[in-house]
């Protein structure tokens, strides 16, 4: 029987996998795997509260719809913004852009 | 164990374990296709929950589209190759331990509270109970998250073009 519990186990672990990366990773694409995986648990909260707790409503899954949708905005302009800062500074590790202006 | 147990602790196995290459692979490139296998157990984990309007979105847009994208700005960046020698800071010690700290946190509250059961079933066909809620109680959040969308990827196509 999985309950739950289980459910909101695994997505802590993934959500602390994804802490992990955004805290240790040099490469900015790298953080925004790790902001993925922190999203990514998220969402399996969202969906397991919604079986779990109130299956007879399906606003879990329409908020987790919606914050994967977010996420793909997100992950685009993120990535905008990784290149442009390559364009210009020519590197994308985060602890060697130390300019606020060029 | 039932069935359904068995494949939970699979799903959980590569999620999870795809989870630690991305996390820790010392090559860019292998970290982004470890994405893969990650998001896919997600999608399962979505399936065994019953929402299989949610997997299939899953499929499409982190399988599909934000690897994709993530491997592209790779590309774009790296030359290719992905390898350079640090690609963690000096932080990793501290890193671990913030994260095991929240890992304990998160695990005391989780397994300490008394989760509400909920009455009710699920409807029997999902997508059509979430096509019938974005157009009538989600309306607005709906028409919010389509503009949001909207001028994030205009945001994203300004600030990545070439400035001439």
């Known amino acids: 029987m999985v309950t739950l519990t289980h459910y909101l186990v695994l997505s802590a672990l993934l959500f602390v996998l994804g802490l992990f990366a955004v805290v240790t990773r040099r490469n900015g694409v790298a953080i925004l795997m790790g902001i993925e995986l922190m999203l990514n648990a998220a969402n399996v909260n969202l969906v397991a509260f919604n079986k779990f707790t109130a299956p007879a409503a399906v606003q879990g899954q329409i908020f987790a719809l919606i914050v994967i949708t977010l996420a793909a905005c997100e992950a685009a302009v993120g990535l905008a913004l990784v290149l442009a800062a390559y364009r210009s500074l020519e590197t994308i590790y985060v602890d060697e852009i130390n300019l606020m202006k060029w | ?164």
């Not at chain 2, 109970?129 to 994203?156: D, K, M, Y």
């Open chain 2, 1 to 164: 164990m039932s069935g359904e147990t068995v494949a939970f602790y699979v799903l959980a196995v590569i999620t999870l374990g795809a989870g630690v290459i991305v996390v820790t692979s010392p090559n860019i490139v292998h970290s982004a296709v470890a994405l893969i296998p990650a998001f896919l157990g997600v999608t399962g984990l979505y399936i065994l929950l019953n929402a299989e309007f949610v997997a299939v979105i899953q499929v499409l847009i982190y399988a599909g589209a934000i690897t994709v994208l993530i491997l592209f700005v790779i590309m774009l960046t790296e030359g290719g190759t992905g390898l350079r020698v640090h690609q963690r800071n000096e932080q990793g010690v501290v890193g671990a331990a913030v994260a095991g700290a929240m890992a304990a946190l998160l695990y005391a509250v989780v397994t300490r509270t008394a989760w509400g059961t909920g009455t009710g079933t699920l409807p029997a066909y999902t997508p059509g109970a979430i096509g019938q809620s974005f157009l009538g109680p989600n309306l607005l959040v709906f028409e919010g998250t389509s503009i949001v969308l909207l001028v994030s990827l205009i945001g994203a196509i300004i600030i990545a073009r070439k400035e001439d």
